[in-house]
């Protein structure tokens, strides 16, 4: 029998959260950003669930690939665009547009031998990463379109802050970004700006494109608000499972450090979870995991293959009984939050050796039975 631990991923829950996307783009194109291998749900997942977006968008030419090698026959875009001389041959080759941030990515395709390079210009509007600056744009526009074979499709930027919990008032707001746009953040035909946030929280935000996220993998872009009032469904849940019990006196430690101490006769379950399957060692106690039906506290430090619960108050918690880490009852933002950071990091860093299983529909299962 395998170690008890799995990723469970959700096909009807990302085709559900695009089409949520796709009521809050509002007839604007939706690209599917599918990087960090589909923010760790698995980029072939995301190109099967994904099938009615318009097209992917990632930061790799190998996801790229691998996408075509899925099936993948719509748009693909490269958020950093390309990295070197030598990306220019399976760019074309891949049919895959490319964000252009830099002078050395114009001076790149100005030697190269180019048959049909779609390119994206990339505005710094006030994140202050990648992208030219909005004065910029026009000089960058005719340096571009002067080089056979480069076609220019509009711009892109991105917004630093679009949650509602950011003020207005601060210097990179999304009110602030527009701004900052000017001219570019009213083309209607051309301009590629709101994230998961900008979607869901600015309808203002126009352009003729955006790009859905964090909430396509149902997840809230502000952890303030939950999935459920945004209207999308978590689709990945990571579990495991109980796999001993220790009845502990008070005065009792518990883990590496001992820093947990048991102030009553304690239950306490280990469960088949720990930081190399991605689950932070910097989670403290009391973090929450989801067993039997209620939360139980984490109780003492995360080793590398296992951690402990508290589960005196939950009879009900056996061996075998199943741990919900992250999923449908527990938020990721909220575990995330408990040791300071989001919910992100921890989808991205499930680690390869836990096994995943696909959650479809049996319509699907059916199709994809019946194709061989």
Not at 108 to 137: Q, T, W, Y
Not at 304 to 321: C, H, N, R, Y
Request: hydrophobic share 45%; glycine share 8%.
């Amino acid at each position: 029998m395998s170690r008890p631990i799995y990723a469970e991923i959700d096909l009807n829950a990302l085709k559900h959260n695009l089409a949520r996307i796709r009521e809050c783009a509002a007839g604007r194109d939706v690209w599917a950003v599918v990087k960090a291998n589909a923010y760790g749900h698995g980029l072939e997942n995301a190109v099967k669930a994904f099938a009615d977006a318009d097209g992917l968008a990632t930061i790799d030419l190998c996801d790229a690939e691998r996408a075509r090698n899925a099936g993948w026959t719509r748009r693909i875009l490269l958020l950093e665009g390309f990295f070197d001389a030598s990306d220019i041959e399976p760019l074309q080759r891949l049919k895959v547009e490319t964000i252009i941030h830099s002078p050395w990515q114009i001076e790149i395709l100005r030697r190269a031998k180019l048959e049909d390079v779609r390119c994206h210009i990339k505005v710094n509007s006030g994140m202050n990463r990648l992208g030219f600056l909005p004065v910029e744009v026009n000089t960058v526009y005719d340096q571009l379109t002067a080089i056979k074979g480069v076609r220019v499709m509009g711009v892109v930027t991105h917004f630093a802050n679009a949650e509602p919990s950011y003020s207005a008032q601060k210097p990179a707001s999304v009110e602030k970004q527009l701004s900052r746009m000017g001219r570019l953040a009213h083309s209607a035909t051309a301009a590629c700006m709101a994230n998961s946030a900008g979607i869901l929280f600015h309808p203002e935000v126009g352009g003729c494109a955006v790009r859905g996220g964090i909430a396509l993998y149902g997840v809230s872009p502000d952890s303030h608000i939950s999935s459920e009032e945004l209207g999308i469904v978590p689709a990945m849940s990571l579990k495991a499972k109980i796999i001993a019990i220790q009845e502990i006196a008070a005065g009792e430690a518990v883990g590496y450090g001992s820093r947990w101490i048991a102030k009553r006769p304690s239950r306490i379950a280990v469960v088949a979870c720990g930081y190399a399957d991605g689950y932070p060692r910097s989670m403290p106690d009391g973090a929450p995991v989801w067993v039997e039906g209620q939360i139980a506290p984490l109780a003492g430090a995360v080793s590398m293959d296992m951690l402990e619960i508290d589960v005196t108050d939950i009879p009900k918690a056996a061996l075998g009984s199943e741990v919900e880490l992250w999923g449908k009852n527990l938020s990721v933002n909220k575990v995330a939050a408990a040791c300071g950071t989001i919910g992100y990091e921890l989808l991205c860093a499930l680690a390869r050796r836990v096994p995943v299983r696909v959650n479809e529909s049996e319509a699907d299962r059916t199709s994809e039975h019946a194709d061989g």
